[in-house]
């Protein structure tokens, strides 16, 4: 009874931790970074002219949303380093989360 019992106890752990790590949210702390490292710094500063300085607060939630296909290609046309799916989710959550019309939008840094 009690091998039974210590089973059904790990086969429900493995569940919750493999089902927790599926709906995961985007990690915004991550996304600040790669934002910064591979965007920001690299050429939405405002010294490119076909690259417009941008921030979180450049665009409202809703233009973010509509930007992610752009988003997507860009990262994937980067010469410099290809960013992982995951990394770019964290990128576009951390816009997202920031945005102009958001709860916290990030006004500096």
Known sequence: MKKVFVSMLVVALIAVFATTA?????????????WKKN????????????APALSPVSKTQAQWKALLPKIKKCAANRSAKKLSD????NMFQYLYDHAL?????????
């Not at 949210?25 to 970074?33: C, L, S």
């Not at 995951?86 to 989710?89: L, P, Q, S, T, V």
């Not at 019309?101 to 840094?109: L, V, W, Y």
């Open 22 to 34: 599926v709906f995961a949210k985007p990690n915004t702390r991550k996304g600040k970074r790669v």
């Open 86 to 89: 995951k990394d770019i989710e």
């Open 101 to 109: 019309d958001s709860d916290q939008p990030e006004t500096c840094g």
């Open 39 to 50: 965007c920001r710094l690299a050429c939405h500063d405002g010294s490119k002219a076909d």
